[in-house]
């Protein structure tokens, strides 16, 4: 599975992103599609993941309530809406795939190559 992550950039707070993450290849190994981010200087943070079967999601506390994850399954492509963005969301975006649901980096197989999101203050 290649995953191309998509649509990051400069925002300011309280402002709101879309990113989108396009897989190909063996989509059967993408029944679960994530996103984490990492900051500078700081560990890989999971931000949600969203299940290929039903849709479903779950979400890390930090971003609940201000980030949707959603998933288009005939496009292979999974978004993240990010509303009411603060300048701590600043970080580069990653989208992951797996065939289990996980919130830790080391559960998932395939890796985009991340695109940055900043939030000015």
């Known amino acids: 599975v290649q995953l191309q992550a998509s649509g990051g950039g400069l925002v300011q707070a309280g402002g709101s992103l879309r990113l989108s993450c396009e897989a190909s290849?063996?989509?059967?190994?993408?029944?679960?599609m994530a996103w984490f981010r990492q900051a500078p200087g700081k560990e890989r943070e999971f931000v949600g993941y969203i299940r290929r079967s039903d849709g479903s999601t779950y979400y890390g506390d930090s971003v609940k309530g201000r980030f949707t994850i959603s998933r288009d399954n005939a496009k292979n492509t999974m978004y993240l809406q990010m509303n009411s963005l603060k300048p701590e969301d600043t970080a580069v975006y990653y989208c992951?795939?797996?065939?289990?649901?996980?919130?830790?980096?080391?559960?998932?197989?395939?890796w985009g190559q991340g695109t940055q999101v900043t939030v000015s203050s």
């Open positions: 992951a795939a797996s065939w289990i649901p996980s919130t830790t980096p080391s559960g998932y197989n395939y």
């Open positions: 290849g063996r989509t059967i190994s993408n029944n679960v």
